[in-house]
């Protein structure tokens, strides 16, 4: 029969933490740079001890300056270092988009290959919680325009690790989505070594008769709706996609084969958005598996409320996904 | 314009398929909805009927030749078509399509259609402004599939003939000659598939015999009751009813292996193996038995009926070959005493039954005289060991011991 073992749960920020230690060990390449990253043991305590274990030439804190170290790492990491850059928040990030867009993602291909940038920025993406429009970025749709540059989003705390240790061993930038509001959620993350790899979506829940997409913290919701949904005898498959770029869209596609219907949850805008482009993509590949149209739920198209009721009622929320799920499979 | 034929796409994972006859001659009118061609395709044999009216003016693919899907195959001159050409001037052609486009169909339900032979122009479609939707079709196959059920049991039981030909005892016999035949599709998929099985699932088994007197009572006296409305249980139908019920307690045999899972699935779906006729190219399907463990002997006896015949007959649909969870493989009809299956994927077991025989048995400490059936689980190692094993056999044990507790 089965072997009870007792399962190591730990915090997500605990997890990210963890990867990052373990690759700094292994690699003296890789250091970790950032606004209060070092003595303040980081504005979220991602990088707790770390400025301890490792020193403050391998843990650095930053003025208030994104664009200045962003480029500074980018030049670092075409120079053979392996950064990794907290931005507080992705928000923050909008200041250093030249470099971290225009240079960062561009550099393998403008210098003919010379120059690759292995570099990982990462931090908080989406609605921290009353944070206003200006605080409360979600990137994801605007930077997973450009090419050369990946993309991952983890849900849970074996994905942040196993995740991070990926993107931070990955030869190119890649562009780390962490949510502030899953810092302090817990998981099993084992003490082996391990790496989750890019490029393969999991699912989550199994179900038959709609599947469901999304990223990030809209997972919650979505596994909430589908208990939901359940009860009402309409079961969905939820996919998580873990990584934007690259996009398992083939599990996407293959589970749509079975359900005939697809709603993506995606918590940017909806105009020319992550979910915009998976819509299309499943609607190009596997049109006669379709019963509907693929429907989206997204953020409201307005800058973020302040107001904590306007807020709730503008994330994608438990609500929405379900009226979009029974809208999908023609039980609205 | 005349009207092509392609090889349609009849299951996901189809991408070849054989013409194994044609319906049809050239020069035959042929309406929508009639039979064009029996086609092989990988999982199964499946009817192509015509979308279209009008005459057959090309059977470009002939009788046993195998082709990318999308190929086209034959070639339909609409009504009248002939006619057009010959007369130019006459511009009238267009209106019949105009009217046509009023139906709205959602994609899933259209290739459904398809694949089911169902008229859309007889569907009346529930989604928004009438668009006909995958529930629809689904419902007309439901009904359809019924009342052929229904007609089988309800017709009077067919003697069973014996039909083994007799060789003549001289003469060299066609069977005696060297010959290569190429595989069949189902032949290919019957061996890519078990070698993959054998190959990759760490197998093993376990075998128990089981005391069948009280059963086969048992079904003497309900097949008397039940004689005058046609319908008569077989073993097998009892013992997918065992097997699917044994699942509640030991749930790890209605489970997949996932390489860092194991997944346990809700529905008690239980296959069983139907081997297929000679003269339709021999092999052998799983038909499917959906939600065995909430099925009456009775629904289960026809449902499995109706499998079988179909299966010989005209082949299974996707639908009635997949998302088995539990196999069961009975070869007690031939007499054989017992023998060991290999697990049908994703399956985690699969039972291989033999007949039950009559012999000398030892009851209560006394000789007698009894009827036995043995029957052999082969397991996946990776998600049921050698105790949960004995457990299974155990609880399918009691049941089939037991049988009174199969009518509730």
Redesign the interface.
């Known amino acids: 029969m089965s072997v009870a073992t007792a399962q190591r749960v730990i915090e997500f920020r605990e997890a990210l933490r963890e990867a990052m230690i373990e690759e700094m060990r292994n690699d003296e390449r890789v250091f970790l740079i950032g606004e209060e990253v070092a003595q303040y043991n980081g504005a979220y305590k991602v990088s707790k001890g770390m400025l301890d274990e490792f020193g403050s030439r391998r843990v650095i804190d930053t003025p208030i300056s994104e664009s200045g170290f962003s480029g500074m790492c980018i030049g670092s990491a075409m120079r053979g270092l392996r950064p990794i850059v907290e931005f507080m928040s992705w928000s923050f990030s909008l200041v250093a988009a030249d470099p971290i867009l225009n240079n960062a993602a561009k550099m393998l291909y403008m210098s003919g290959g010379q120059f690759g940038c292995p570099i990982v920025f990462r931090g908080n993406d989406g609605a921290g919680g009353q944070l206003a429009s200006t605080h409360s970025w979600c990137v994801e749709s605007l930077y997973a325009n450009v090419p050369g540059l990946k993309m991952a989003i983890p849900y849970d705390p074996y994905d942040a690790k196993g995740l991070l240790k990926t993107a931070i061993r990955d030869d190119n930038p890649v562009f780390f989505l962490e949510s502030e509001r899953l810092l302090s959620t817990t998981g099993h993350v084992p003490e082996e070594e391990y790496t989750v790899p890019f490029g393969q979506a999991l699912i989550r829940s199994e179900g038959t008769d709609c599947t469901l997409i999304s990223f990030g913290r809209p997972l919650h919701f979505c596994l909430e709706a589908s208990e939901e949904l359940a009860k009402e005898g309409i079961y969905c498959e939820v996919i998580d996609g873990r990584t934007i770029r690259p996009l398992d869209i083939d599990t996407m596609v293959h589970s749509v084969r079975k359900t005939n219907a697809c709603v993506v949850v995606d918590q940017s805008w909806s105009f020319a958005s992550v979910g915009s482009e998976i819509a299309s993509q499943i609607h190009a590949i596997c049109f006669d598996d379709l019963d509907n149209y693929v429907h989206r739920v997204h953020s409201d198209d307005v800058p973020t409320p302040y107001s904590h009721n306007l807020e709730q009622a503008y994330l994608p929320n438990t609500r929405k996904i379900c009226e979009a799920v029974r809208a999908a499979t023609y039980n609205a | 314009m005349p009207i092509e034929i392609t090889m349609p796409r009849l299951s996901?994972t189809m991408e070849v398929g054989t013409i194994l006859h044609w319906h049809v001659a050239v020069g035959d009118s042929v309406s929508s909805g009639d039979l064009l061609a029996d086609i092989e395709t990988d999982k199964a044999t499946m009817e192509l009927q015509s979308f279209d009216d009008g005459q057959v003016s090309q059977l470009i693919v002939s009788e046993g030749n195998q082709v990318d899907v999308g190929t086209v195959i034959a070639t339909l001159l609409e009504d009248g078509e002939a006619k057009v050409e010959e007369v130019p001037e006459a511009p009238t052609p267009t209106i019949q399509k105009v009217v046509e486009t009023g139906h709205r169909v959602?994609?899933?339900?259209?290739?459904l259609a398809e694949v089911y032979g169902v008229d859309l122009q007889t569907v009346q479609g529930?989604?928004p402004s009438g668009r006909i939707?995958?529930?629809d079709i689904l419902q007309v196959v439901d009904t359809v599939s019924e009342t052929t059920a229904a007609a089988k049991t309800t017709s009077a039981p067919t003697p069973v003939v014996p039909s083994t030909p007799i060789q003549p005892l001289v003469s060299a016999s066609p069977w005696q000659e060297e010959r290569t035949v190429p595989l069949s599709n189902m032949r290919q998929i019957i061996a890519k598939r078990l070698v993959e099985s054998k190959q990759t699932i760490p197998h093993y088994q376990v075998t128990m015999s089981f005391d069948m007197d009280p059963l086969l009572e048992m079904r003497k006296t309900l097949n008397k009751q039940l004689a005058s409305v046609g319908i008569k249980l077989s073993v097998n139908d009892f013992l997918v009813r065992c097997c699917a019920l044994s699942m509640a307690t030991n749930p790890e045999f209605n489970a997949s292996f996932g390489g860092d899972s194991i997944?346990y699935h809700g529905p008690v779906n239980v296959g069983i193996a139907i081997a297929l006729p000679e003269e339709r190219g021999g092999g052998l399907v799983v038909g499917t038995i959906k939600h065995a463990d909430q099925k009456s002997l009775r629904t289960i006896s026809q449902e499995s009926q109706y499998l079988s015949k179909k299966a010989r007959e005209n082949g299974l649909s996707p639908d009635e070959i997949g998302d088995t969870t539990f196999t069961i493989s009975n070869l007690g009809m031939f007499g054989v005493d017992n023998f060991t299956a290999i697990i049908n994927p994703p399956n985690s077991a699969i039972l291989a039954v033999g007949a039950a025989i009559e012999k000398p048995v030892v009851r209560g400490g006394e000789l007698a005289v009894g009827n036995e059936m043995s029957a052999t689980l082969s397991l996946d190692h990776r998600v049921i060991?050698g105790?949960?094993a004995a457990i299974y056999l155990k609880t399918l044990k009691e049941l089939i011991e037991n049988p009174a507790s199969l009518l509730v």
């Open positions: 996901d959602s994609p899933v339900a259209r290739r529930s989604g939707i995958k529930r997944h060991d105790a949960m």
